[in-house]
């Protein structure tokens, strides 16, 4: 009767387990190089007992582009002055009574609005690659599964 008892317990405690594949933690980052996890206020996790999602490490990813910028424009007015007075002094040859030809030219020349107005756009496409910064950091606080009756942990997300 006792062995009886017992393969019942222990059909129950497996029949647990395979309901319940994996346990779901709690873990504060202490360290990023070398990444150190503290889960619970004793057991800190190192790289070998890690497993890491996407969502908690920097990952390059391919993009297609296919969009143009906004129009930018720039509108001015543009101006120039010219003021000067000019004097000519002409004398006659031969000049027996010393006379001069005085000629005076007075001039105010004025250059204005010589407007400017630049409109301009670019165009963007193509395949880029752009680097995503998911990485851990100290102190982030995460999701972690610890896989039942292993020494695997997967972290799954931060918490925000």
Do not use: C
């Given at each position: ?5 017992e393969v019942i317990k222990k059909a129950s405690m497996e029949a647990e387990e395979q309901s319940s594949p994996a346990n ?137």
């Amino acid at each position: 009767m006792a062995d009886i008892i017992e393969v019942i317990k222990k059909a129950s405690m497996e029949a647990e387990e395979q309901s319940s594949p994996a346990n779901i933690l709690y873990g504060t980052v202490i360290s990023v190089n070398p990444i150190q996890i503290q889960v619970e206020q004793k057991m800190v996790l190192t790289k070998e007992f890690l497993i890491f999602t996407k969502n908690v490490i920097d990952y390059d990813v391919q993009i297609s582009l296919d969009w143009n910028t906004s129009n930018e424009s720039i509108n001015d007015t543009h101006t120039h002055n010219l003021e000067g007075n000019m004097q000519v002094i002409s004398t006659i040859e031969p000049n027996d009574n010393n006379q001069e030809i005085i000629n005076e030219i007075t001039s105010n020349l004025s250059i204005q609005n010589a407007n400017i107005n630049i409109e301009h756009s670019h165009k963007v496409n193509g395949t880029k690659i752009i680097t995503i910064h998911n990485g851990l950091k100290q102190n982030d606080k995460v999701i972690l599964l610890q896989q039942r009756g292993g020494q695997k942990f997967v972290v799954l997300d931060k918490i925000y």
